[in-house]
């Protein structure tokens, strides 16, 4: 069955944007056909389409179900700002692996600080349906250094990729834990002086090895992600 995004109108569900034109122009699909329409909840909403115009098409609600799809851990991804083509992997593939928010921010060598809004939130949506999530991950405005350091402390545990580091990621370090963060590198990583500020941020912060090989900075988020994902039972 296909999934759009959507949102509610009173008892009924419409479907308008980029979203229309995908199901009226590329998939062509007709009154009285059935779908699944996610509202950015937790629930997924079986729907019968009733109307479908130029402008918009209405859906009349026939069940509606929690989302099997939707994380069960709230974690949440701190990457230091890589080229595009490895941030718009990055958040893809963060999607997929269940993240909750992604926390872009400035390290020394990053070379690019910024994005596209628009571009991004394409992104999450074509991974969320890809990977059947009902609510939409939010990337939030690229943060400076010091501002993302001062929001660790508010989590259970902080696990940080550190490629200097010899300690690997034990499974009773996130037993427990409902509040995970998660920090990656850009290309090149971190200075010495950024990973020591790093790990003195806060008494919740682990730092972790991914082993022997040095991995480009998307292949160490999603390694970092899938490694997190189940330790945590995500």
Do not use: W
């Not at 995004?5 to 569900?13: A, C, H, S």
């Not at 009349?60 to 990457?79: A, F, M, S, T, W």
């Not at 080229?83 to 909750?100: D, M």
């Not at 939010?138 to 259970?156: G, M």
């Amino acid at each position: 069955m296909k999934r759009f995004f959507g949102r509610k109108e009173n008892d009924k569900i419409v479907i308008d944007g980029s979203e229309l034109i995908h199901l009226r122009q590329v998939l062509r699909m007709r009154e009285g056909q059935e779908i699944i329409v996610s509202v950015d909840d937790e629930n997924d909403y079986y729907c019968t389409l009733a109307e479908v115009g130029k402008n918009k098409a209405v859906c009349d609600i026939n069940k509606v179900e929690r989302c099997v799809g939707e994380p069960k851990k709230n974690i949440v991804l701190y990457q230091a700002m890589p080229k595009r083509e490895y941030f718009e992997t990055i958040i893809t593939k963060a999607v997929e692996l269940g993240v909750s928010e992604i926390r872009p921010f400035i390290s020394k060598f990053t070379v690019n600080h910024s994005f596209k809004r628009e571009r991004v939130n394409q992104i999450i949506q074509t991974a969320c349906k890809q990977c059947e999530r009902s609510r939409l991950v939010e990337v939030y405005d690229v943060a400076d250094f010091k501002s993302a350091l001062k929001e660790l402390s508010s989590f259970d545990v902080v696990i940080f990729a550190y490629e200097n580091s010899n300690t690997p990621l034990k499974p009773d370090t996130l037993i427990g834990k409902n509040n995970v963060a998660v920090i990656v590198g850009a290309e090149g990583g971190f200075s010495e002086e950024e990973a020591q500020l790093i790990i003195s941020a806060s008494e919740k912060v682990k730092s972790i090895s991914l082993g022997t090989r040095i991995l480009r900075c998307d292949t160490a988020s999603v390694a970092m992600l899938s490694i997190v994902d189940i330790l945590s039972e995500n």
